[in-house]
Protein backbone atom coordinates (compact mmCIF):
# COMPACT_ATOMS: atom_id res chain seq x y z
CA UNK A 1 0.00 0.00 0.00
CA UNK A 2 0.92 3.76 -0.60
CA UNK A 3 -0.15 5.83 2.00
CA UNK A 4 -0.66 9.54 0.65
CA UNK A 5 -0.65 12.71 3.13
CA UNK A 6 -3.16 14.74 2.58
CA UNK A 7 -1.10 17.49 4.51
CA UNK A 8 2.03 17.51 3.32
CA UNK A 9 4.44 19.34 5.30
CA UNK A 10 5.80 22.48 3.92
CA UNK A 11 9.22 22.99 6.57
CA UNK A 12 10.48 25.79 4.39
CA UNK A 13 7.23 28.25 4.70
CA UNK A 14 5.87 29.65 8.07
CA UNK A 15 2.24 30.28 9.26
CA UNK A 16 0.72 32.60 7.16
CA UNK A 17 -3.08 34.15 6.36
CA UNK A 18 -4.68 33.11 3.42
CA UNK A 19 -7.40 35.43 2.45
CA UNK A 20 -10.20 33.18 0.62
CA UNK A 21 -13.54 35.45 -1.02
CA UNK A 22 -17.12 34.29 -1.19
CA UNK A 23 -20.44 35.57 -0.83
CA UNK A 24 -22.35 35.32 2.50
CA UNK A 25 -24.82 32.65 0.37
CA UNK A 26 -22.13 30.36 -1.00
CA UNK A 27 -20.66 30.41 2.65
CA UNK A 28 -24.33 28.96 4.03
CA UNK A 29 -24.30 26.64 1.02
CA UNK A 30 -20.86 25.12 1.56
CA UNK A 31 -21.43 24.93 5.39
CA UNK A 32 -24.41 22.95 4.64
CA UNK A 33 -23.69 20.40 1.57
CA UNK A 34 -19.82 20.86 2.41
CA UNK A 35 -18.76 21.27 -0.34
CA UNK A 36 -16.07 23.38 -2.04
CA UNK A 37 -18.09 27.03 -3.36
CA UNK A 38 -17.82 27.36 -7.33
CA UNK A 39 -15.47 29.70 -9.00
CA UNK A 40 -16.87 32.80 -10.08
CA UNK A 41 -17.65 33.16 -13.41
CA UNK A 42 -17.83 36.82 -15.67
CA UNK A 43 -19.81 34.34 -18.64
CA UNK A 44 -23.76 35.19 -15.75
CA UNK A 45 -24.25 38.81 -15.99
CA UNK A 46 -25.62 38.38 -12.86
CA UNK A 47 -22.40 37.50 -11.44
CA UNK A 48 -20.46 39.64 -12.59
CA UNK A 49 -22.56 42.38 -11.10
CA UNK A 50 -22.24 40.88 -7.74
CA UNK A 51 -18.82 39.78 -7.47
CA UNK A 52 -18.28 43.07 -6.13
CA UNK A 53 -20.76 42.64 -2.85
CA UNK A 54 -17.40 39.80 -1.86
CA UNK A 55 -17.10 39.78 1.90
CA UNK A 56 -13.31 38.87 3.05
CA UNK A 57 -12.91 36.35 5.06
CA UNK A 58 -9.89 35.02 7.26
CA UNK A 59 -8.68 31.73 7.92
CA UNK A 60 -5.43 30.96 9.66
CA UNK A 61 -3.94 27.78 7.48
CA UNK A 62 0.25 26.61 8.01
CA UNK A 63 0.15 26.75 4.47
CA UNK A 64 -1.17 29.08 1.92
CA UNK A 65 -0.58 28.93 -1.93
CA UNK A 66 2.29 30.82 -2.96
CA UNK A 67 2.31 34.53 -4.76
CA UNK A 68 3.73 32.79 -7.94
CA UNK A 69 0.68 30.87 -8.48
CA UNK A 70 -1.23 33.92 -9.04
CA UNK A 71 0.96 35.97 -11.09
CA UNK A 72 4.64 36.48 -11.99
CA UNK A 73 5.32 39.57 -10.00
CA UNK A 74 8.34 39.90 -7.48
CA UNK A 75 8.34 40.26 -3.96
CA UNK A 76 9.47 43.86 -5.10
CA UNK A 77 6.08 44.73 -5.83
CA UNK A 78 4.63 43.90 -2.27
CA UNK A 79 6.64 45.61 -0.21
CA UNK A 80 5.43 48.37 0.20
CA UNK A 81 1.91 46.59 1.19
CA UNK A 82 0.79 47.37 5.05
CA UNK A 83 0.05 44.27 6.95
CA UNK A 84 -3.59 44.97 6.53
CA UNK A 85 -3.61 45.58 2.68
CA UNK A 86 -2.42 42.21 1.72
CA UNK A 87 -3.74 40.54 -1.50
CA UNK A 88 -2.88 37.93 -3.71
CA UNK A 89 -4.51 39.16 -6.73
CA UNK A 90 -2.51 40.88 -9.47
CA UNK A 91 -2.97 44.80 -9.78
CA UNK A 92 -5.34 44.26 -12.66
CA UNK A 93 -7.69 42.61 -11.12
CA UNK A 94 -7.27 44.74 -7.93
CA UNK A 95 -8.53 47.72 -9.71
CA UNK A 96 -11.32 46.11 -11.50
CA UNK A 97 -12.64 44.69 -8.20
CA UNK A 98 -12.10 48.23 -6.85
CA UNK A 99 -14.16 49.96 -9.28
CA UNK A 100 -17.20 47.70 -9.76
CA UNK A 101 -17.20 48.15 -5.40
CA UNK A 102 -17.48 51.79 -6.30
CA UNK A 103 -20.16 51.72 -8.97
CA UNK A 104 -22.64 49.16 -6.05
CA UNK A 105 -21.68 51.39 -3.62
CA UNK A 106 -23.26 54.64 -5.42
CA UNK A 107 -26.20 52.58 -6.43
CA UNK A 108 -26.92 51.88 -2.64
CA UNK A 109 -26.79 55.40 -2.27
CA UNK A 110 -29.23 56.62 -4.85
CA UNK A 111 -31.51 53.89 -3.53
CA UNK A 112 -30.89 55.30 0.22
CA UNK A 113 -31.74 58.86 -1.05
CA UNK A 114 -34.71 57.52 -2.58
CA UNK A 115 -36.21 55.93 0.13
CA UNK A 116 -35.49 59.24 2.12
CA UNK A 117 -32.81 58.09 4.09
CA UNK A 118 -29.92 60.78 4.59
CA UNK A 119 -26.31 59.51 3.79
CA UNK A 120 -23.10 61.15 5.66
CA UNK A 121 -20.07 61.09 3.24
CA UNK A 122 -17.40 59.29 4.78
CA UNK A 123 -14.35 60.77 4.95
CA UNK A 124 -11.13 59.48 4.18
CA UNK A 125 -8.70 59.74 6.97
CA UNK A 126 -4.98 60.29 6.04
CA UNK A 127 -2.38 57.30 6.71
CA UNK A 128 -0.94 58.80 9.83
CA UNK A 129 2.02 56.94 12.33
CA UNK A 130 0.96 56.62 15.72
CA UNK A 131 2.10 58.79 18.06
CA UNK A 132 3.88 55.99 20.40
CA UNK A 133 5.37 55.41 17.10
CA UNK A 134 6.93 58.55 15.84
CA UNK A 135 6.83 60.70 18.65
CA UNK A 136 4.99 64.09 19.55
CA UNK A 137 5.56 66.67 17.07
CA UNK A 138 8.61 68.75 17.79
CA UNK A 139 10.44 66.09 19.63
CA UNK A 140 12.55 63.56 19.03
CA UNK A 141 12.52 59.85 19.58
CA UNK A 142 14.87 59.26 22.32
CA UNK A 143 16.26 56.07 21.56
CA UNK A 144 16.51 54.12 18.17
CA UNK A 145 14.19 51.32 17.24
CA UNK A 146 13.88 48.15 15.29
CA UNK A 147 10.78 47.01 13.88
CA UNK A 148 9.90 43.62 13.41
CA UNK A 149 6.69 42.81 10.70
CA UNK A 150 5.42 39.50 10.17
CA UNK A 151 4.09 40.87 6.92
CA UNK A 152 7.74 41.07 5.51
CA UNK A 153 7.16 36.87 5.43
CA UNK A 154 5.53 36.90 2.93
CA UNK A 155 8.54 37.28 0.38
CA UNK A 156 9.60 33.83 1.17
CA UNK A 157 6.69 32.42 -1.12
CA UNK A 158 8.14 34.70 -4.11
CA UNK A 159 12.15 33.91 -3.65
CA UNK A 160 13.33 31.56 -6.12
CA UNK A 161 14.64 28.53 -3.54
CA UNK A 162 11.30 27.97 -2.97
CA UNK A 163 9.69 27.22 -6.65
CA UNK A 164 12.52 24.60 -7.60
CA UNK A 165 13.99 21.60 -6.33
CA UNK A 166 12.02 21.02 -3.60
CA UNK A 167 11.06 16.99 -4.39
CA UNK A 168 14.68 16.18 -6.14
CA UNK A 169 17.12 14.41 -4.27
CA UNK A 170 20.35 16.53 -5.51
CA UNK A 171 22.62 14.53 -4.03
CA UNK A 172 22.05 11.50 -6.43
CA UNK A 173 22.01 13.96 -9.27
CA UNK A 174 25.70 15.22 -8.05
CA UNK A 175 27.41 13.24 -5.56
CA UNK A 176 30.01 14.98 -5.42
CA UNK A 177 29.01 16.88 -2.77
CA UNK A 178 27.93 14.01 -0.29
CA UNK A 179 31.00 12.45 -1.06
CA UNK A 180 32.62 15.77 0.61
CA UNK A 181 30.67 15.84 3.22
CA UNK A 182 31.39 12.39 4.29
CA UNK A 183 34.99 13.17 3.93
CA UNK A 184 34.46 16.84 6.49
CA UNK A 185 33.02 14.69 9.19
CA UNK A 186 36.00 12.34 9.03
CA UNK A 187 38.77 14.53 9.20
CA UNK A 188 40.41 15.73 12.41
CA UNK A 189 40.29 19.62 12.99
CA UNK A 190 43.93 19.96 12.10
CA UNK A 191 42.40 18.92 8.16
CA UNK A 192 39.67 20.83 8.76
CA UNK A 193 41.64 23.99 8.97
CA UNK A 194 43.56 23.00 5.83
CA UNK A 195 40.28 22.16 4.02
CA UNK A 196 38.82 25.74 5.61
CA UNK A 197 41.81 27.67 4.13
CA UNK A 198 41.56 25.87 1.13
CA UNK A 199 38.00 26.55 0.39
CA UNK A 200 36.68 23.04 0.48
CA UNK A 201 33.31 23.48 0.90
CA UNK A 202 32.42 26.48 -1.08
CA UNK A 203 30.51 24.97 -3.75
CA UNK A 204 27.92 24.66 -3.49
CA UNK A 205 25.80 26.43 -1.04
CA UNK A 206 24.68 23.30 1.11
CA UNK A 207 27.94 21.70 1.36
CA UNK A 208 29.08 24.65 2.95
CA UNK A 209 26.23 25.41 5.17
CA UNK A 210 26.21 21.13 6.10
CA UNK A 211 29.91 22.15 6.78
CA UNK A 212 29.10 25.00 9.64
CA UNK A 213 26.86 22.68 10.97
CA UNK A 214 29.11 20.45 11.79
CA UNK A 215 31.88 22.91 12.69
CA UNK A 216 30.11 24.46 14.97
CA UNK A 217 28.26 21.74 16.90
CA UNK A 218 32.22 20.67 17.74
CA UNK A 219 32.83 23.68 18.96
CA UNK A 220 33.36 23.06 23.20
CA UNK A 221 31.95 25.45 25.29
CA UNK A 222 32.51 25.42 28.88
CA UNK A 223 29.55 27.59 29.25
CA UNK A 224 25.80 26.47 29.11
CA UNK A 225 24.77 27.12 25.21
CA UNK A 226 21.07 27.32 24.81
CA UNK A 227 18.96 24.64 22.79
CA UNK A 228 16.94 25.89 20.00
CA UNK A 229 13.39 25.95 22.35
CA UNK A 230 14.80 28.68 23.96
CA UNK A 231 14.85 30.60 20.73
CA UNK A 232 10.90 30.05 20.05
CA UNK A 233 10.29 30.75 23.83
CA UNK A 234 12.35 34.32 23.51
CA UNK A 235 10.31 34.80 20.22
CA UNK A 236 6.82 34.13 22.03
CA UNK A 237 7.59 36.23 24.53
CA UNK A 238 9.13 39.75 22.83
CA UNK A 239 7.06 39.67 19.57
CA UNK A 240 3.86 37.70 20.65
CA UNK A 241 1.13 37.42 18.37
CA UNK A 242 1.82 41.20 17.20
CA UNK A 243 1.66 41.52 13.14
CA UNK A 244 3.35 44.78 13.68
CA UNK A 245 6.08 44.98 16.78
CA UNK A 246 9.31 48.05 17.88
CA UNK A 247 11.81 47.44 20.11
CA UNK A 248 14.50 49.62 21.11
CA UNK A 249 17.83 48.57 19.21
CA UNK A 250 19.82 46.35 21.44
CA UNK A 251 22.61 48.26 23.33
CA UNK A 252 25.67 45.82 22.00
CA UNK A 253 24.68 47.16 18.83
CA UNK A 254 26.98 50.07 17.90
CA UNK A 255 24.34 52.68 15.33
CA UNK A 256 21.76 49.80 14.55
CA UNK A 257 22.69 49.34 10.99
CA UNK A 258 22.50 45.73 9.52
CA UNK A 259 24.64 44.19 6.30
CA UNK A 260 22.48 43.21 3.82
CA UNK A 261 24.44 40.32 2.57
CA UNK A 262 22.18 39.86 -0.25
CA UNK A 263 19.34 39.28 1.97
CA UNK A 264 15.49 39.49 1.05
CA UNK A 265 13.12 41.09 3.24
CA UNK A 266 11.92 38.76 5.00
CA UNK A 267 15.54 37.63 5.81
CA UNK A 268 16.51 41.11 7.35
CA UNK A 269 13.02 40.61 9.28
CA UNK A 270 14.72 37.05 10.60
CA UNK A 271 18.34 38.74 11.26
CA UNK A 272 16.58 41.82 14.01
CA UNK A 273 14.21 38.58 15.30
CA UNK A 274 17.55 36.62 16.57
CA UNK A 275 19.43 40.09 17.41
CA UNK A 276 16.89 41.12 19.76
CA UNK A 277 16.62 37.45 21.35
CA UNK A 278 20.33 37.62 21.54
CA UNK A 279 20.53 40.62 23.61
CA UNK A 280 17.62 39.75 26.08
CA UNK A 281 19.26 36.47 26.12
CA UNK A 282 23.01 37.59 27.15
CA UNK A 283 22.10 40.52 29.21
CA UNK A 284 26.11 41.23 30.15
CA UNK A 285 26.76 41.59 26.55
CA UNK A 286 27.04 45.46 26.38
CA UNK A 287 29.11 46.06 23.53
CA UNK A 288 29.76 43.64 20.33
CA UNK A 289 29.15 45.62 16.80
CA UNK A 290 29.89 42.58 14.57
CA UNK A 291 27.17 40.52 15.92
CA UNK A 292 24.27 42.24 13.11
CA UNK A 293 27.37 41.15 9.96
CA UNK A 294 27.86 37.54 11.64
CA UNK A 295 23.98 36.96 12.31
CA UNK A 296 23.33 37.74 8.86
CA UNK A 297 26.33 36.00 7.11
CA UNK A 298 25.24 32.45 9.49
CA UNK A 299 21.52 33.13 8.17
CA UNK A 300 22.77 32.38 4.93
CA UNK A 301 23.45 28.96 6.18
CA UNK A 302 21.08 27.89 9.05
CA UNK A 303 17.85 25.83 8.49
CA UNK A 304 16.12 28.35 10.78
CA UNK A 305 16.06 31.22 12.54
CA UNK A 306 16.68 29.28 15.70
CA UNK A 307 19.67 27.44 14.44
CA UNK A 308 21.42 30.39 13.51
CA UNK A 309 20.15 31.72 17.03
CA UNK A 310 21.69 28.33 18.10
CA UNK A 311 24.99 28.61 16.57
CA UNK A 312 25.82 32.28 17.57
CA UNK A 313 25.36 31.33 21.05
CA UNK A 314 28.39 28.84 20.77
CA UNK A 315 30.02 31.12 19.17
CA UNK A 316 29.32 33.52 22.34
CA UNK A 317 29.68 31.02 25.16
CA UNK A 318 33.00 30.24 24.05
CA UNK A 319 35.19 30.94 26.63
CA UNK A 320 39.07 29.76 25.88
CA UNK A 321 41.17 32.58 26.25
CA UNK A 322 43.65 31.62 23.58
CA UNK A 323 41.07 31.11 21.04
CA UNK A 324 38.58 33.71 21.10
CA UNK A 325 35.53 33.93 18.91
CA UNK A 326 33.63 37.00 19.92
CA UNK A 327 34.26 40.37 22.06
CA UNK A 328 31.42 41.20 23.92
CA UNK A 329 32.29 44.29 25.77
CA UNK A 330 33.79 47.86 24.69
CA UNK A 331 36.77 46.84 27.28
CA UNK A 332 37.45 43.73 25.43
CA UNK A 333 36.75 45.19 21.97
CA UNK A 334 39.14 48.57 22.74
CA UNK A 335 41.87 46.28 23.62
CA UNK A 336 41.57 44.43 20.70
CA UNK A 337 42.11 47.17 18.83
CA UNK A 338 44.87 47.86 20.20
CA UNK A 339 46.00 44.31 19.77
CA UNK A 340 45.57 45.05 15.68
CA UNK A 341 47.67 48.29 16.27
CA UNK A 342 50.82 46.76 17.96
CA UNK A 343 50.52 44.11 15.40
CA UNK A 344 49.80 46.87 12.02
CA UNK A 345 52.97 48.72 13.54
CA UNK A 346 55.04 45.74 13.61
CA UNK A 347 54.20 44.30 10.32
CA UNK A 348 52.33 47.68 8.33
CA UNK A 349 55.03 49.87 9.09
CA UNK A 350 55.00 52.32 6.00
CA UNK A 351 51.21 52.78 6.51
CA UNK A 352 51.89 54.19 10.19
CA UNK A 353 53.80 56.85 8.98
CA UNK A 354 51.57 57.70 6.83
CA UNK A 355 48.67 58.40 8.70
CA UNK A 356 50.57 59.95 11.48
CA UNK A 357 52.35 62.60 9.32
CA UNK A 358 48.74 63.39 7.97
CA UNK A 359 47.51 65.23 11.35
CA UNK A 360 45.17 61.61 11.38
CA UNK A 361 44.53 60.16 14.80
CA UNK A 362 45.90 56.35 13.89
CA UNK A 363 44.75 54.82 16.99
CA UNK A 364 40.68 56.02 15.14
CA UNK A 365 42.35 54.23 11.71
CA UNK A 366 42.98 50.77 13.33
CA UNK A 367 39.74 50.97 15.50
CA UNK A 368 37.78 50.41 12.37
CA UNK A 369 40.07 46.82 11.60
CA UNK A 370 37.51 44.38 12.42
CA UNK A 371 34.45 46.43 10.45
CA UNK A 372 36.68 46.03 7.24
CA UNK A 373 36.22 42.47 7.38
CA UNK A 374 32.10 42.23 8.92
CA UNK A 375 30.56 45.14 7.07
CA UNK A 376 32.63 46.40 4.76
CA UNK A 377 34.39 43.04 2.64
CA UNK A 378 31.88 42.17 -0.02
CA UNK A 379 29.51 39.28 0.99
CA UNK A 380 32.17 36.53 -1.04
CA UNK A 381 35.01 37.68 0.65
CA UNK A 382 33.12 37.24 3.95
CA UNK A 383 32.00 33.82 3.54
CA UNK A 384 35.42 32.75 2.55
CA UNK A 385 37.18 34.52 6.10
CA UNK A 386 34.24 32.87 7.91
CA UNK A 387 34.94 29.29 6.72
CA UNK A 388 38.36 30.11 8.45
CA UNK A 389 37.15 31.98 11.16
CA UNK A 390 35.12 28.99 12.85
CA UNK A 391 37.89 26.84 12.75
CA UNK A 392 40.89 29.02 13.85
CA UNK A 393 39.36 32.10 15.99
CA UNK A 394 40.35 35.64 16.24
CA UNK A 395 43.76 35.44 15.20
CA UNK A 396 42.30 34.49 11.48
CA UNK A 397 40.85 38.33 11.86
CA UNK A 398 44.28 39.72 12.84
CA UNK A 399 45.54 37.92 9.47
CA UNK A 400 42.88 39.23 7.16
CA UNK A 401 42.93 42.66 8.41
CA UNK A 402 46.41 43.15 8.18
CA UNK A 403 46.21 41.61 5.00
CA UNK A 404 44.12 44.04 3.70
CA UNK A 405 46.25 46.84 5.50
CA UNK A 406 49.00 46.00 3.25
CA UNK A 407 46.74 45.83 0.49
CA UNK A 408 45.61 49.30 1.13
CA UNK A 409 49.53 50.71 1.72
CA UNK A 410 50.44 50.18 -1.87
CA UNK A 411 47.28 51.17 -3.46
CA UNK A 412 46.73 55.08 -1.24
CA UNK A 413 51.17 55.29 -0.91
CA UNK A 414 50.49 56.82 -4.58
CA UNK A 415 47.57 59.59 -3.87
CA UNK A 416 48.43 60.44 0.06
CA UNK A 417 48.20 63.99 -1.18
CA UNK A 418 44.41 63.54 -2.42
CA UNK A 419 43.22 62.05 0.51
CA UNK A 420 41.18 63.52 3.31
CA UNK A 421 39.92 61.06 5.69
CA UNK A 422 41.66 58.13 5.90
CA UNK A 423 39.17 56.20 7.57
CA UNK A 424 36.70 56.88 4.77
CA UNK A 425 39.50 55.98 1.86
CA UNK A 426 39.77 52.48 3.73
CA UNK A 427 36.19 51.62 3.71
CA UNK A 428 35.88 52.17 0.19
CA UNK A 429 38.90 50.35 -0.67
CA UNK A 430 37.99 46.95 1.40
CA UNK A 431 34.22 47.42 -0.05
CA UNK A 432 35.92 47.46 -3.75
CA UNK A 433 38.62 45.10 -3.19
CA UNK A 434 37.94 42.88 -5.95
CA UNK A 435 39.81 45.34 -7.96
CA UNK A 436 43.17 44.50 -6.49
CA UNK A 437 42.56 40.61 -5.50
CA UNK A 438 40.30 37.83 -5.29
CA UNK A 439 39.31 36.26 -2.06
CA UNK A 440 41.33 33.35 -2.79
CA UNK A 441 44.73 35.72 -3.11
CA UNK A 442 43.62 37.88 0.24
CA UNK A 443 43.29 34.38 1.86
CA UNK A 444 47.04 33.53 0.60
CA UNK A 445 48.53 37.11 1.59
CA UNK A 446 46.93 36.69 4.69
CA UNK A 447 48.68 33.05 5.93
CA UNK A 448 52.20 34.62 4.44
CA UNK A 449 51.99 37.17 7.32
CA UNK A 450 54.24 36.48 10.03
CA UNK A 451 52.26 37.24 13.21
CA UNK A 452 52.66 36.12 16.59
CA UNK A 453 51.43 33.08 18.36
CA UNK A 454 48.47 32.81 20.37
CA UNK A 455 49.77 32.96 23.63
CA UNK A 456 51.54 35.93 22.60
CA UNK A 457 48.52 37.26 21.18
CA UNK A 458 46.96 36.51 24.45
CA UNK A 459 49.49 38.23 26.73
CA UNK A 460 49.53 41.33 24.39
CA UNK A 461 45.92 41.82 24.84
CA UNK A 462 45.45 41.25 28.47
CA UNK A 463 48.40 43.78 28.44
CA UNK A 464 46.32 46.33 26.75
CA UNK A 465 42.83 45.24 28.35
CA UNK A 466 44.99 46.49 31.72
CA UNK A 467 46.51 49.50 30.26
CA UNK A 468 42.91 50.57 29.68
CA UNK A 469 41.31 49.70 33.22
CA UNK A 470 43.76 51.85 34.57
CA UNK A 471 42.76 54.45 32.47
CA UNK A 472 39.46 54.16 33.78
CA UNK A 473 37.70 51.91 31.08
CA UNK A 474 35.52 49.33 33.23
CA UNK A 475 34.09 46.13 31.71
CA UNK A 476 30.20 47.24 32.32
CA UNK A 477 30.62 50.85 30.50
CA UNK A 478 29.36 51.69 27.39
CA UNK A 479 31.27 52.96 24.62
CA UNK A 480 33.21 56.08 25.60
CA UNK A 481 36.32 58.38 23.46
CA UNK A 482 39.51 57.26 24.72
CA UNK A 483 41.31 59.94 25.41
CA UNK A 484 45.06 59.98 23.96
CA UNK A 485 47.94 62.44 23.47
CA UNK A 486 46.89 65.95 22.09
CA UNK A 487 48.90 66.77 19.39
CA UNK A 488 47.37 70.61 18.69
CA UNK A 489 48.33 71.67 21.49
CA UNK A 490 52.11 70.32 21.52
CA UNK A 491 54.98 72.54 21.80
CA UNK A 492 58.66 71.19 21.70
CA UNK A 493 62.41 72.91 20.86
CA UNK A 494 63.44 69.53 19.56
CA UNK A 495 60.16 67.95 17.20
CA UNK A 496 57.47 69.37 15.83
CA UNK A 497 54.11 68.26 16.05
CA UNK A 498 54.25 66.02 12.86
CA UNK A 499 57.43 64.46 13.93
CA UNK A 500 55.44 64.05 17.55
CA UNK A 501 52.83 61.94 15.75
CA UNK A 502 55.24 59.70 14.14
CA UNK A 503 57.25 59.45 17.14
CA UNK A 504 54.41 58.52 19.35
CA UNK A 505 53.38 55.73 16.59
CA UNK A 506 55.98 53.91 17.21
CA UNK A 507 55.57 53.42 20.92
CA UNK A 508 53.09 50.10 22.03
CA UNK A 509 49.64 51.38 22.16
CA UNK A 510 49.32 50.19 26.20
CA UNK A 511 51.72 53.07 26.50
CA UNK A 512 50.54 55.72 24.13
CA UNK A 513 47.13 56.03 26.27
CA UNK A 514 49.06 58.11 28.89
CA UNK A 515 50.52 61.53 28.59
CA UNK A 516 53.95 61.79 28.80
CA UNK A 517 55.88 62.57 31.84
CA UNK A 518 58.86 64.97 31.67
CA UNK A 519 62.01 63.40 32.94
CA UNK A 520 64.78 65.16 32.12
CA UNK A 521 65.40 68.82 31.09
CA UNK A 522 69.03 70.36 30.90
CA UNK A 523 67.94 73.68 32.55
CA UNK A 524 66.48 71.39 35.57
CA UNK A 525 68.74 68.95 35.76
CA UNK A 526 72.03 69.81 34.51
CA UNK A 527 73.47 68.26 31.05
CA UNK A 528 74.88 64.88 32.70
CA UNK A 529 71.79 62.26 33.11
CA UNK A 530 73.42 60.73 35.88
CA UNK A 531 72.67 63.84 37.62
Known sequence: MIHVSRTPEFSNFGNMKMISYASPEQDLNSISTGRRPRSHSYNNLVDSKNYGLQVQKEETTVRPRSRSFYSYETSELYSDYGTRNVSHSCPLRQRASSQLRNQMSKREDKNKNRLGVPVNPKKSKPNKPSRELSGSKGNARPVSMITISESDNWEICSSSGMKYGQFVDWEKIDPEPAKKYQQILKSEHQQLKTMGREGFWAVPHTLRAKAYYHIIHNINSRAVTPERDVYYDL???????????????????????????????????????????????????SYCPILPALVSLLLHFSEDEAECFYSV????????????????????YHASCMTFGDLANRCCRGIRKLIASSHQNLFEFYSDWIMWIFADLPFTYAIRVLDVYLLEGFKVLFRVALALLDLYKVSVSSRVADVEDFRTDMKRFVQSVARHCTAEQLLERAFQIPI?????????????????????????????TVETVDFNNFSSRVATGTEMRVIWAWIPER???FSPVLLFHITEHGRGLSS
Not at 254 to 262: A, F, H, K, Q, T
Not at 313 to 332: A, E, G, H, V, W
Open 511 to 513: FAL
Open 452 to 480: ATRNELNLLFNANKNALMQKGVSTHQKRQ
Open 235 to 285: TKKLFGDQKVSNHPVPEYMEDGEIPRYCLNKAGMNSVKKILLCLGNYFPDM
Open 313 to 332: SRLICYMDPNKRYIDQTFLT
